[in-house]
């Protein structure tokens, strides 16, 4: 599967964007989807997912209440909604793809085996 994400841009401190993963070659409900983005000499952080089965979703505690995570599977893309961005979201963000992860792994950006390149996400205070 080939992934696309896109909708990263700047936005001040209380702003809200939507970033788009896009898919081709597969469905994209029959793989778990993650978000994760990385800030320079940082590692990859998990931002939020989508379960491919059941299609329960999981959010880092940095961004609960905030983001919200959801599919189109008519339009085989899935959504990150950033609600109330703070200056600490700046980062690029990356959608990520797998149709075999546990519960336990969903966090793990090495589980992913699909990757789409990094929109950056820039708030400003």
């Known amino acids: 599967v080939q992934l696309q994400a896109c909708g990263g841009g700047l936005v001040q401190a209380g702003g809200s964007l939507r970033l788009s993963c896009a898919a081709s070659g597969r469905t994209l409900s029959s793989y778990t989807v993650g978000w994760f983005r990385q800030t320079p000499g940082k590692e990859r952080e998990f931002v939020s997912a989508?379960?491919?089965?059941?299609?329960?979703?999981h959010y880092a505690t940095s961004v609960r209440g905030r983001f919200t995570i959801s599919r189109d599977n008519a339009k085989n893309t899935v959504y990150l909604q950033m609600n109330s961005l703070k200056p600490e979201d700046t980062a690029v963000y990356y959608c990520a793809a797998d149709s075999n992860i546990i519960l336990s792994s969903i966090p793990s950006a090495l589980r992913y085996n699909y990757w789409g390149q990094g929109t950056l996400v820039t708030v400003s205070s």
């Open positions: 989508i379960r491919r089965s059941g299609g329960s979703t």
